[in-house]
């Protein structure tokens, strides 16, 4: 892992650790089509890797991650990382077609 990513990596579990999380509502309406709820979220959050960084994005920079729940759960979280607090922009399940594996993209 990069420094870059390493950074990231620890302001996402600084504010989960000072409770500086947001859940925007396009990631609340995901979460509760898909009965994903809050403390999964933040457990993945806990053991999360990151996949893809978007330093760019027009709403600012956010990334990617992808972690397990307690109980193996697969979870791909987008979430904003330049300030505090941090906002999970959107929370869902890897899978076909777009996910070949958990971390592998389909190539188009």
């Known amino acids: 892992m990069t420094k870059h990513a390493d950074a990231i990596l620890a302001r996402i579990q600084e504010a989960i650790t000072t409770g500086q999380v947001k859940i925007s ?13 809050r403390a999964e979220i933040l457990e993945t959050l806990q053991n999360a890797v990151i996949l893809e960084d978007y ?3 027009w709403l600012g920079p956010c ?10 759960r697969h979870l791909h979280i ?10 999970i922009v959107t929370v869902y399940e890897p899978g076909q077609p777009k996910w070949i594996t958990p971390t592998q993209r389909r190539q188009a």
């Open 78 to 87: 987008i979430s904003s990382y330049s300030h505090l607090p941090v906002t």
């Open 63 to 72: 990334c990617l991650l992808y972690g397990q729940t307690k109980t193996g």
């Open 25 to 37: 509502l396009h990631a609340a309406e995901e979460a509760l089509t898909k009965e994903i709820s």
């Open 55 to 57: 330093p760019t994005w």
